[in-house]
């Protein structure tokens, strides 16, 4: 068989809560090194396996178009808002396979999430509509046994060559970054300054959000 030729899209879920150089970042890195055609954000209404966002939906795209406005390859989408409920994952890769039937999708996952990725909802079937890029993130080894151990080891490759169902890990640059500790930041009134993109600092203080 052929190895695939077209485009690559890249996936980015997460809660977004708020967007900051963690989450943009290793996009972008992910993004050189695969060569993808664009880098999709798509920010969960109701996350599944956690605590629900601080803040509202809307503020949380607001600041993700502020955060990837100056990057031509960085899109916002709503899919999950638009759909409403709980967010699985599974069904936002349906969708978007009905949507872009020609390309292939690689989801971008953090090691902190792939270590957990057996508990996601129909997570086998994930693999059957999308390839996953894997980045690094500090404190956060691969998992070498279990389910995703051995996930790990059976899809790995070097390169991308099929459409879905390869795993790819990719060196970033490390930023021990999260947004659990920048709201804490941020109800304790310490600068968040250079961990976010400031246009999105400027909208927190504007709003007023993660105050309480
Ligand atoms: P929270 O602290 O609220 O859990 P978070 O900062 O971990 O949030 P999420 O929106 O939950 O961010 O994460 C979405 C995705 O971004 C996950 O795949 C996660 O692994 C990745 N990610 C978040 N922060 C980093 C970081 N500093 N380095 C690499 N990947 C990251």
């Not at 485009?7 to 695969?34: K, W």
């Not at 069904?91 to 990725?117: E, I, N, S």
């Not at 509509?129 to 490759?157: C, D, M, Y």
């Amino acid at each position: 068989m052929n190895a695939f030729s077209g485009q690559y899209i890249g996936i980015n879920g997460g809660t977004f809560d708020p967007i900051h150089f963690g989450h943009l970042r290793p996009a972008l890195e992910v993004q050189l090194a695969l060569g993808l055609e664009e880098v999709r954000f798509i920010p969960c209404y109701k996350p599944v396996h956690r605590d629900q966002p601080s803040v509202s939906a809307e503020h949380r795209c607001a600041m993700i178009a502020l955060a990837i406005a100056s990057q031509p390859k960085f899109v916002l989408d709503k899919v999950e808002i638009e759909q409403g409920g709980p967010s699985y994952m599974v069904h936002t890769l349906q969708t978007l396979t009905k949507r872009y039937p020609a390309k292939g999708l690689v989801l971008m996952m953090g090691t902190d999430a792939f270590a957990k990725f057996d508990t996601w909802f129909e997570w086998q079937t994930i693999l059957k509509l999308a390839n996953l890029a894997i980045t690094h993130r500090p404190g956060e080894p691969i998992p070498q046994s279990g389910e995703v151990g051995q996930l790990f080891k059976k899809s790995w490759v070097p390169k991308l060559t099929e459409p879905f169902g390869q795993i790819v890990d990719v060196p970033i640059t490390q930023l021990e970054l999260s947004a659990t500790a920048l709201r804490s930041y941020l109800k304790q009134g310490v600068c968040v300054d250079y961990l976010l993109p400031s246009p999105v600092i400027n909208y927190i203080q504007q709003h007023q959000l993660y105050q309480e």
